[in-house]
């Protein structure tokens, strides 16, 4: 006997005839278009399980726990940037200083050529 995933399905009676029988009463839902969308009536959708192909429906879950993740892929860049500004920085610090160094030998050079 198959039983589709909403326990409904075709049962077998004593007499061996297949009795189509109905699911528990419940609120169903109804088609919104000719494409046979579903128009939920703004309920929700509960216990799904995660996505697996590209257009599966999500859980909240599991969109939380992606931001999350690209959120610590993002500061990890951010401090991997700025570690590598204040290196820059600091050559930079250290070009000024050794420009400095070379201006202050150049005026003592043209200071003992006077």
């Known amino acids: 006997m198959s039983v589709n995933i909403f326990g409904n399905g075709p049962i077998t009676a004593s007499t061996g005839t297949i009795v189509n029988h ?16 579903f128009d939920i009536e703004n309920k929700r959708i509960a216990n799904v399980a995660s996505p697996i192909e590209e257009n599966d429906v999500t859980t909240k879950i599991y ?7 690209i959120t610590n892929k993002l500061d990890d860049l951010g401090e991997q940037n ?10 930079d610090i250290m070009l000024k ?3 400095a160094n070379l201006e202050e030998k150049v005026i003592e050079i043209e200071n003992l050529n006077k």
């Open 82 to 91: 700025m570690n590598e500004v204040n290196l820059l920085k600091g050559e």
């Open 63 to 69: 969109i939380d726990d992606k931001i999350i993740s």
């Open 22 to 37: 109905r699911g528990p009463p419940g609120l169903g839902f109804k088609y919104l278009d000719e494409e046979r969308n």
């Open 97 to 99: 200083n050794h420009i």
